[in-house]
């Protein structure tokens, strides 16, 4: 969605005190921002698998040794990110990269360990930006933190040990400013790992004169993300944005689907014709409508051919070679399945309009041959293209959250366009993005609607029910009194009857008709169900699902689930 853009680094704070809202409606305004930190331990690694930097962890562009040290030196570069960090004042800041450290131990305690079985300390903030959580910055400005549990931070960092030979974890996390914002449930660290930590929060109450602020208590909750999908497989993009939006939902403490931001590193550009696009709602046109293709030809020949160029993409084909049938299958299924999974999910997603936010050499480019390898001389004669990309971004849930203010980003930053990141401006590799929106209340269902809805589900299985125990009954009986029969019969036989005989053919016969009654009866109620779900409103279903989770105490059953099986009670 197009909105206003503001200078890159501006204040949210300011921000917030220059913007309105046309709408009356209790609302709370909140800011976000998200920085790809560049962890330290990613500039120039050796990877112990090949012996070489990859090309994408290179930074060509920063040659001599004078520059080396003044951009990608963590003595320069890290106070200016931490600059960055405070300068921002969003309400959350959404990082990726973190690189953590191993809590230090005093020489006492190490004193008292001696005898003992070692164990590794825990990771903890490094302490360059310690300071955005310390008592030092001001109560409106101090922010706390949320990471994922050290177990999963001890998985990363033992792939780093073994890889990059260096015992540090690297991490997505949330920072939010603790006056303002509280995480609230269960659901703040369990699932999380290390790119993907999600929370739910809600204001904190505003306390003055010895009242409490209404508005401020009452206001929706709301699930941040930080996010880093994966950089070379959309599946696992697919799944990875897939469970964070699971865990969104599941984070919400009513019927109705919780305002969601998920921010992050999404190492794709979200292009037509990709899985990553597909978790888009369509773009709505100035009249209030999905437009509207004239030509429905013309659109699927458009669809095919975003397809074809996104697949080849995502395999990293050579230029000129065609994705095979089989892949564009396979393709094609993965995009596909991504709206079904909204719909049954009922989520409205849209994406801020960012620009692009990496500037860098394009090493998949078959005429850009990484310098890595080369001497000064001949990598400061070797010439390059310097390539952009869309690879951040904000993604909302638009039923419940307005943007109002955007940062500009690369489309208003010509040094960083020609020079590259990190520089002298940016010290990090990309640029980051921030985003102020207006948190509006939920939609709902009145108290008599929401009655209604479930008297009608449990009117309808109470219906379904009693038929098919009816139909059982009949069925019952009229065997007895066939058995009764054959029974008799048996008795006038000569025949000795073997203790594995088969049942009598009439016997068989009613049991074959039986079951095929009584799937049509079940085809019949399945098709009931599925008219009924298909004429809720999208607020209906919403109540529908959590009225589902009640019954089944907290198991994940599905609409579609209650579709093709009926009611599944306590």
């Known amino acids: 969605m197009s909105v206003q853009t503001c200078p890159h680094g501006t204040s949210m704070s300011d921000v917030r005190s220059g913007s309105s809202s046309s709408s009356s409606i209790s609302s709370t305004k909140l800011s976000i921002a998200s920085f790809n930190l560049l962890a330290p331990l990613y500039i120039r690694p050796i990877d112990q698998r090949t012996g070489l ?68 300390q825990q990771f903890v903030l490094p302490q360059w930006i310690a300071p955005l959580i310390e008592s030092s910055v001001s109560d409106d400005d101090k922010y706390d933190i949320l990471l994922p549990p050290q177990d999963e931070l001890e998985k990363i960092a033992e792939r780093n040990r073994r890889v990059l030979l260096t015992d540090a974890a690297i991490t997505n996390a949330i920072f939010y400013k603790s006056k303002k914002w509280n995480p609230v449930g269960t659901n703040n660290v369990v699932g ?17 004169d010895d009242s409490v602020d209404v508005d401020s208590v009452c206001v929706d909750p709301i699930a941040i993300t930080s996010i880093h999908l994966d950089a070379r497989s959309e599946e ?40 990553i696009h597909a978790f888009l ?26 397809r074809m160029m996104e697949c080849a ?8 070679i065609l994705p095979t049938k089989h892949q564009l299958k396979t393709w094609d299924e993965l995009v596909d399945s991504v709206p079904k999974f909204i719909k049954c999910n009922d989520l409205e997603l849209r994406r801020i309009d960012t620009g692009c936010t990496r500037a860098a050499y394009d090493h998949d480019n078959e005429s850009n041959t990484s310098t890595a390898a080369l001497g000064d001389d001949n990598r400061k004669n070797n010439r390059q293209t310097m390539a952009q990309w869309k690879l951040d971004h904000i993604l909302y849930t638009s039923s419940t959250l307005i943007p109002l203010m955007r940062w500009v980003t690369l489309e208003g930053d010509e040094y960083s366009r020609t020079v590259g990141l990190p520089n002298d401006h940016i010290p990090t590799d990309h640029l980051p993005i921030a985003a102020m929106f207006e948190l509006m209340p939920h939609p709902q269902l009145c108290t008599e609607l929401m009655n209604k809805l479930t008297g009608s589900i449990l009117s309808m299985e ?52 039986s079951r095929a009654f009584v799937k049509e009866i079940k085809i019949r109620h399945r098709v009931e169900r599925e008219s ?19 019954r089944t105490l907290g198991k994940d059953l599905t609409i579609e689930q209650w579709i093709e099986n009926g009611s599944c009670k306590k």
């Open 53 to 120: 930097v990859h090309p994408f962890a290179s930074f060509d562009w920063v040659i001599s040794d004078e520059d080396s040290k003044r951009i990608l030196g963590n003595e320069v570069r890290l106070p200016k990110l931490l600059q960055k960090l405070l300068d921002c004042k969003c309400d959350f800041i959404c990082v990726q990269e973190l690189q953590l450290e191993r809590e230090r131990v005093e020489e006492d305690d190490v004193a008292a360990c001696i005898g003992k079985v070692s164990r590794r």
């Open 192 to 208: 999380n790992t290390t790119t993907c930590v999600t929370s739910t929060f809600c204001p904190t109450p505003i306390i003055s």
């Open 236 to 275: 696992k993009r697919v799944q990875q944005l897939r469970t964070c939006l699971e865990k969104s939902i599941r984070c919400g403490v009513n019927p109705y689907t919780p305002a969601c931001i998920i921010a992050g590193d999404y190492n794709c550009e979200l292009l037509d014709g990709s899985a």
């Open 281 to 306: 709602s369509p773009t709505i046109s100035p009249s209030g409508m999905p437009p509207i293709a004239d030509d429905h030809d013309e659109k699927q020949r458009i669809q095919s051919e975003n």
């Open 313 to 320: 993409s995502a395999l990293r084909l050579s230029s000129g």
């Open 462 to 513: 109470s219906r379904h029910e009693l038929e098919l125990k009816r139909t059982n009954e009949d069925i019952n009986m009229q065997r007895a009194e066939l058995e009764k029969t054959t029974i008799a019969q048996s008795v006038q036989s000569t025949k000795k009857k073997q203790k594995k005989d088969p049942p009598p053919p009439e016997i068989i016969e009613h049991i074959q008709i």
């Open 532 to 550: 009924s779900v298909a004429k809720l409103t999208k607020l209906e279903r919403m109540v529908f699902r959590h009225f589902l989770g009640k």
